[in-house]
């Protein structure tokens, strides 16, 4: 009697346990039958000796085995009991199907592993579909969708051969969309780790409570930059990233973040820049064209002081270029197809602006500082700097082989005869950077936001929307800033990336102290009219939540294809130093791969346009048409040109000069000469070739 008893308390006491496991394990809804193993035995419940010592040994990646990583996902009910279990899971023969180099991927697939230590194993792995799917992978459990997208997203480049269907079907083939029976089932809290990729890199319980709600972080992408100015992208679909550094070099960052070897453009010896704090001359803005993915255009502004320019009572200009990229290298610019589109004279070496942007309208900006030039200056200068202060328009989409660029005829100043006709706005002082809103309003107007100086005192800055016609020494601006204990303001960007919800239409500045800020619409405005900009501050998380930590002076901001912003600063502010470093903003709080962020990335394309192969004595515009140098003509300028023609048969192989026939010499073959008998059959050899020159000649332009 006593030992049956004893058998019923057993009973009792094994199922209590199993319905208390399943009330406050992971899950905590998960019923009694489901929490198996894959084998079909029950789990097992760590001690709190071994669970204190897994917990302790997270916190170091470093100090612990491969082992400890299904332990840290499953640190209560596990069945994988002791770090050896869980080693020889991971490690186990057909674990070792789909392997990678790559990190991401790694860890990722790390965890997938660990789905058979889960104390709902059998669940994950065996489901009533099973007997229907017998060609079903065994290694992979059920995942839930969005670690499922994840997982696809990261590892298809790595593991080809798991992926053969997109990323729909193959999760709709292995994912689940009920939570309770995919993995993870693990509890998320616990693992706000660099352990596991899915759940992010940033520890957000590491942000102080008190900015929570508003703090985000500054991941280094690179570091060792020489005076960095922007960041641009080309919008080509490749995702690169190109660094400008001051001194006249462009560097490019592929989608993997890897800095190529090989400068983009490199203009050191033409760029003129400066040394010392406030001067501001140097490489000063790159944009690329709209259709740069076909027409290979790209345009450069930078300071400058040839010879050509060197009387006057100017310090520099300040040029802007059109350059093509090679045709034979995507990663390179052909600094030989260089065009001048304007050139100012400047005296001074502060408040330059020169910054560069296209609009979704197609048409260049070209913002201009005031170069601190009083009208006196401009008297001596004789009208050379009616450009500065202001906000330029210009359409380089444009057939003329004259000028390298058109007047749209909306500008404001289009039939002046008092203002140049390029002037979209004026009234600037120092203009910092300028961005344009992604976003067009729904009645297709665009939005410019540019930092500026507030006149003489450079400490306080103000805000501005650049609107067509505005003189902005009287116009109100957007938001006045306050002076920040001489840290004049830098512009930044309109955030319309994907990682972030919260902080989608915001517009992200700081100044040069290292004070980061944005500038939300207010949700309280009843009408266009009337919508305020609010300041806030942006908190910035620590090093040891966000694993780096931005430090230094604010030089500049950046912004890649799908939106997201990129901060330039540097810890040092001498020009020769190496100590730039760019960041990427990063949201803790963003989502686990959402949709809108999964591109596929597009390898940079060569340039094959019919004007960039045939025009091989000239330039291509924009639009695809060659514009013949001097001494060519023809449809792609494949004719020479000879003036005056070439006469008595003469062909003109190059500019003025002719191939002349037997018997004819001179310029213009006009010379006319005996031949020696014995020279007759090599005159009529020569003839002949003339013929066939002549011939071929007039057969290429046809063709053409």
């Known amino acids: 009697m006593k030992h049956l008893q004893f058998v019923l308390v057993l009973a009792i006491a094994v199922n209590v346990w199993e319905c208390g496991d399943a009330k406050f394990g992971e899950r905590g809804e998960l019923s009694p039958r489901r929490r198996r193993c894959y084998d079909g035995s029950l789990p097992k419940r760590l001690k709190k000796r071994e669970r204190k010592v897994l917990l302790d040994g997270s916190s170091s990646s470093s100090s612990s085995s491969s082992g400890d990583v299904c332990h840290r996902l499953y640190p209560r009910v596990s069945c994988c009991p002791n770090r050896r279990a869980a080693f020889q899971i991971l490690h186990r023969r057909d674990a070792r199907v ?17 789905a058979r230590c889960s104390p709902n194993a059998q669940v994950l792995f065996h489901s009533s579909d099973m007997d229907t799917m017998p060609h079903r992978e065994p290694d992979l459990p059920r995942l839930c969708q969005d670690f499922c997208r994840e997982f696809y997203y990261t590892c298809r480049g790595h593991i080809p051969e798991l992926f053969q269907a997109d990323v729909d079907e193959f999760c709709q083939y292995y994912g689940r969309r009920d939570a309770n029976l995919c993995f993870p089932d693990f509890q998320q809290k616990k693992l706000q780790t660099q352990d596991s990729n899915y ?66 453009l490199d203009i050191h010896k033409l760029v003129q820049s400066g040394l010392k704090g406030g001067d501001e001359r140097g490489l000063l803005s790159l944009a690329f064209h709209p259709n740069y993915k076909k027409n290979g255009k790209l345009y450069v502004s930078y300071t400058t002081n040839q010879e050509r320019w060197a009387i006057g009572p100017h310090d520099h200009i300040l040029r802007v270029v059109e350059y093509t990229v090679s045709r034979k290298n995507p990663n390179q610019v052909d600094t030989r197809t260089v065009r001048v589109l304007m050139e100012v004279a400047e005296l001074h070496r502060k408040h ?54 058109s007047i749209p005829r909306d500008n404001p100043y289009f039939n002046s005869t008092n203002q140049p006709p390029e002037i979209f706005a004026h009234g600037l002082h120092d203009p910092g950077r300028c961005a344009v809103d992604r976003l067009q309003t729904d009645n297709g107007s665009l939005l410019i936001l540019c930092t500026d100086a507030s006149g003489k005192n450079a400490s306080a800055g103000r805000i501005l929307e650049i609107t067509k016609g505005k003189d902005y020494e009287n116009e109100p601006s957007v938001y006045d800033l306050q002076s920040t204990g001489g840290a004049p303001p830098v512009g930044g960007f309109i955030y319309r990336g994907c990682q972030s919800r919260r902080l989608y239409g915001s ?35 620590s090093a040891s939540s966000c694993g780096s930590m931005l430090v230094g002076h604010i030089l500049g901001f950046g912004e890649d294809e799908l939106g997201e912003v990129y901060i330039l600063a540097s810890s040092k502010s001498m020009a020769q130093s190496h100590s730039g470093k760019l960041y990427k903003l990063v949201d803790p709080k963003r989502p686990h791969a959402p949709k809108e962020c999964q591109r596929q990335v597009e390898p940079p394309e060569l340039l094959m346009t019919a004007c960039s192969r045939h025009c091989k004595n000239g330039h291509c515009t924009p639009t695809g048409k060659c514009c013949c140098s001097p001494g060519w003509e023809g449809p792609f300028c494949r004719v020479a040109k000879c003036e005056p023609a070439c006469r008595n048969g003469g062909v003109c192989m190059e500019p003025s000069k002719c191939l002349c026939k037997s018997g004819y010499s001179g310029a213009q073959c006009e010379k006319s000469e005996r031949g020696m008998p014995n020279d007759q059959e090599k005159d009529g050899i020569l003839d002949h070739i003339i013929d066939m020159t002549s011939y071929l000649l007039d057969l290429t332009s046809y063709i053409v």
């Open 199 to 264: 759940l992010g890199d940033v520890d957000i319980e590491g942000i102080s409570r008190k900015h929570k709600h508003n703090c985000y972080c500054a991941q280094e992408v690179l570091s060792g930059l020489g005076q960095p100015v922007a960041v641009v992208h080309c919008g080509d679909g490749s995702q690169r990233l190109f660094v400008l550094e001051r001194e006249g070099i462009v560097r490019i960052l592929n989608h993997d973040l890897e800095l190529i070897k090989e400068p983009f």
């Open 98 to 114: 789909f392997s990678t180099n790559n990190t991401e991927c790694g860890h990722l697939l790390e965890e997938i592993k660990c």
């Open 352 to 405: 330059l602006g020169g910054q560069l942007l296209f609009g979704p309208d197609g048409l260049l900006h070209i913002i201009l500082g005031d170069g601190m030039i009083t009208l006196d200056d401009m008297e001596e200068m004789d009208g050379l700097s009616d450009f500065t202060g202001s906000a330029l328009r210009v359409d380089v989409d444009t057939d003329s082989c004259s000028s390298p660029y």
């Open 507 to 541: 517009y992200v500045f700081g100044d040069r102290n290292g004070n980061l800020r944005i500038l939300q619409k207010s949700t309280l405005s009843t009408s266009a009219s009337d919508e305020q900009w609010l300041e806030k501050p942006l908190c910035l998380g």
